[in-house]
Nanobody, 121 residues
Framework: QVQLVESGGGLVQAGGSLRLSCVASGSIFSINRMGWFRQAPGKQRELVAFDTSGGSTNYADSVKGRFTISRDNAKNTVYLQMNSLKPEDTAVYYC???????????????WGQGTQVTVSP
């Protein structure tokens, strides 16, 4: 069983900062990619950023220069530092991991339960 648990969401004023964390635990052999998606009310879930095991990163155009993704491979943890937040960043943020689980040994995508980020004007 693999679990992803997010933390760090909350309410912040525009221009403020938040740091999200996501820990992957359970029967994990290795993690290929970890990242963040978000879903605002009435909108589709969209990619925010991801970090591959090789260290390359990718960001949505809307967050480039404001958000930074990082990983602590020893702790199976991914972070999202969000600066200069805007009201349009308001959404539920979901952690995602593409990983190889043990017993059974297989590749799969896993999701956290989501954490709410609300940015007030």
């Amino acid at each position: 069983q693999v679990q992803l648990v997010e933390s760090g969401g909350g309410l912040v004023q525009a221009g403020g900062s938040l740091r999200l964390s996501c820990v992957a635990s359970g029967s994990i052999f290795s993690i290929n990619r970890m990242g963040w998606f978000r879903q605002a009310p009435g909108k589709q879930r969209e990619l925010v950023a991801f970090d591959t095991s090789g260290g390359s990163t990718n960001y949505a155009d809307s967050v480039k220069g404001r958000f930074t993704i990082s990983r602590d491979n020893a702790k199976n943890t991914v972070y999202l530092q969000m600066n200069s937040l805007k009201p349009e960043d308001t959404a539920v943020y979901y952690c995602n991991a593409n990983l190889i689980s043990r017993e059974p040994l297989k590749v799969g995508d896993y999701w956290g339960q989501g954490t709410q980020v609300t940015v007030s004007p």
